[in-house]
């Protein structure tokens, strides 16, 4: 039978268990609930995003849209975005990976099981709650600026501010480096003792386990973990808009006041491709994340 | 020596966090106890709180939210992650991917998407935010779930319960369930401080929820509203003591399995 004439039996008979018999037997049903969840509640608004990106208020296909990311105030609130994104995953990376070793060096199993629900935590704060934690430690008046000055160090005197880049980078490491510790942790219970005991019966100084064994495995986990943190600081919301005043422009910032409506209307689509731009960039920091996933999991133990 | 010198370069920057975590929020609590202006401590700005009508009504929606973000995420994540380790191997692959996309995506944009297109049976609930949550909280719910039964030996497990007669329904609830305890509460732990503390989805899609409740209190009462930051961080955590209290008995006998 060629495939013409399964189509017009098909057609006739109109049973999809024919016209997909392969399809039908080999479709991995007990994972369709969650595709069909997945696909309602994540590529359902996504691709709406994407649909209306294109669109101008009229429903019509236009790119005016897109054009506008690459222009001010729009292309500056992206690169200020990216830049925000790259030094917070270097400002919360070092000492997540630091903390992780340490945690696991030290090892008992309350503490671990301490750290992590306290990450779990700390890990979701932000917005308002988080900056009023940081104000009441390292505000003008808080009680850590008041400690530094009584031992002769006036922070804000050398400039300091919280409502600042810096500022910005030093409450997200809040949550970044918990996030760090979450995502990085597996990677390291995944070094085997038995390396490193065959590193050093062979002759090897723990400098030369870390140089030859240790940071070889490891990289491709820390460059990982590292481009997840940028996605979260870039995209991050909430802390953004307790922490600035107006100052900073930033493209999640910007979405989120077009979708409050607090411009006018003839911009009402250019949230969708602000979204839009912020997806393409997410996606493109995790073409690396993902090659090196796959040469990452190699070493884990799964 | 050698031991020594390592546990001490570990305690020194646990130390260090230690003070960089705690910091913030001994400012914080010390910062809600001033009684106004005045030099004074008392409980003032968290007698407000209760106070305010809003609090309990909008501490309600978030626990209702949550609770359906938890159910959902039990029914939905328990069957299919089980599946992947039954027979579904081959899709493993692919499903890692797929949720690893709700971390990638932006949940901003997300948020976005949310406003123009859900599917009418929740759209325009506030019970639509316990299914993004769902959605947002995957890569770590699956991801737990996975671990935990990457540890056990489920085929083993389930072969011997059916050959002595258990339904799939007794093999789910009564075998599978059990042994992986500690990952179901791990993944659940996730979801529940997602959904106590998101921010971004509920604020863009309009929804009064406790966090938002909280960003819109704090232009009235600066002190109430630190009080009320430091009560939720400490609420959450109270919350996941419980559950890790709850979780210890399967952990005991897990390891005596071993």
Aim: glycine content about 6%; cysteine-free; aromatic content about 12%.
């Amino acid at each position: 039978m060629t495939t013409t004439t399964v189509l017009q039996d098909v057609a006739k008979v109109g049973s999809p268990r024919k016209r997909g018999a392969n399809l039908w037997s080999t479709f991995p049903w007990p994972l369709l609930p969650f595709f069909l969840f997945l696909a309602l509640f994540f590529f359902l608004p996504i691709g709406a995003v994407f649909i209306n990106s294109f669109k101008n208020n009229d429903g019509a296909f236009t790119f005016e849209n897109i054009q506008a990311l690459f222009h001010d105030p729009y292309r500056m609130a992206f690169l200020n975005s990216i830049k925000l994104g790259f030094y917070s995953a270097l400002t919360a990376s070092i000492p997540g990976v630091l903390l992780a070793l340490a945690i696991e060096k030290k090892g008992g199993k309350n503490l671990k099981k301490f750290i992590a629900s306290v990450s779990g935590v700390l890990a979701n704060t932000g917005g308002v709650p988080l900056a009023f934690m940081f104000l009441a430690a390292f505000g003008p008046s808080g009680l850590a600026t008041n400690l530094f000055k009584s031992l002769g160090l006036d922070l804000y005197s050398l400039g300091f501010t919280l409502f600042s880049f810096n500022g910005l980078l030093i409450v997200y490491s809040y949550f970044q480096i918990p996030i760090m510790i979450i995502v990085f942790t597996p990677a390291l219970t995944a070094l085997r003792r038995e390396w490193r005991d065959a590193s050093s019966n062979l002759g090897s100084t723990p400098l030369g386990y870390w140089r030859h064994v240790g940071l070889p495995i490891l990289a491709p986990s820390f460059i990982a973990s590292f481009l997840l943190l940028f996605a979260s600081a870039f995209s991050a919301f909430g802390t953004a808009r307790a922490m600035t005043v107006g100052n900073i422009a930033l493209v999640p910032l910007q979405i989120g006041s077009l979708l409050d409506g607090n411009v006018t209307i003839d911009k009402a689509n250019l949230g969708y491709s602000l979204a839009l731009g912020m997806i393409v960039i997410s996606l493109l920091a995790m073409i690396p994340y993902i090659l090196l996933q796959k040469r990452a999991s190699r070493w884990q133990v799964r | 020596m050698m031991n020594f010198r390592k546990n001490l370069d570990a305690n020194i920057a646990l130390a260090i966090a230690a003070i960089f975590l705690f910091l913030p929020l001994i400012a914080a609590t010390e910062f809600s106890l001033r009684d106004g202006g005045t030099e004074k401590h008392s409980l003032i700005s968290y007698r407000w709180i209760l106070d305010q009508s809003g609090f309990s009504e909008n501490l309600g929606i978030t626990m209702r939210v949550m609770a359906l973000a938890v159910i959902l995420t039990l029914v939905l994540m328990v069957p299919t992650v089980t599946w992947l380790h039954l027979g579904g191997e081959k899709y493993k692959r692919l499903i890692d991917v797929l949720t690893m996309l709700p971390l990638i995506i932006p949940v901003v944009a997300l948020a976005t998407g949310a406003q123009l297109a859900l599917p009418g049976f929740v759209h325009g609930t506030v019970y639509e935010l316990s299914f993004l949550y769902v959605v947002v909280s995957m890569p770590y719910t699956y991801r737990a779930l996975d671990i935990g039964m990457s540890a056990r030996p489920l085929a083993t497990l389930v072969a011997a319960a059916r050959n002595l007669g258990a339904s799939w329904i007794n093999v789910m609830l009564r075998v599978i369930v059990p042994s992986i305890l500690p990952s179901i509460f791990a993944a659940l732990f996730m979801t529940i401080t997602l959904s106590l503390g998101e921010f971004t989805l509920a604020q863009l899609l309009h929804w009064n929820t406790f966090p938002t409740w909280i960003t819109n209190i704090s232009q009235q009462n600066i002190l109430g509203a630190t009080a009320l930051a430091v009560g939720s961080l400490f609420f959450a955590w109270v919350l996941l003591y419980i559950f890790t209290f709850l979780d210890r008995q399967p952990t005991q006998s897990a390891v005596n399995e071993e």
